[in-house]
Nanobody
């Protein structure tokens, strides 16, 4: 299974970015997907997740109302639309494919992409 995220970059506070993650090597539509992030000196944390069908979505409190996860099973893609970005959103963002367990726990995910850097300047 291979995951590849793109769309990161440098943006000013208040701006927007859209991250996309494509997956191969697994029946994409059968698995939940998630986004996590890791800021310098901090542990990796949950950002958002979506069920295999796309019906149910979960977002961390810190990004609720600003970030939105979505997926396109026909394209084997999961996106993270990030609006109203803040300097504290600066991190490496990872997409991951869920195996089983809580959507909020990174232990539930068995495949990870290499990450994409998001930097928000103040």
């Amino acid at each position: 299974v291979q995951l590849q995220a793109c769309g990161g970059g440098l943006v000013q506070a208040g701006g927007s970015l859209r991250l996309s993650c494509t997956a191969s090597g697994r029946t994409f539509s059968a698995y939940g997907m998630g986004w996590f992030r890791q800021a310098p000196g901090k542990e990796r944390e949950f950002v958002a997740a979506i069920t295999y069908s796309g019906v149910n979505k979960y977002h961390a409190n810190s990004v609720m109302g600003r970030f939105t996860i979505s997926r396109g099973n026909a394209k084997n893609m999961v996106d993270l639309q990030m609006n109203g970005l803040k300097p504290e959103d600066t991190a490496v963002y990872y997409c991951a494919s869920r195996d089983s367990g809580s959507y909020y726990s990174e232990r539930s995910y068995d495949y990870w992409g290499p990450g994409t850097q998001v930097t928000v300047s103040s």
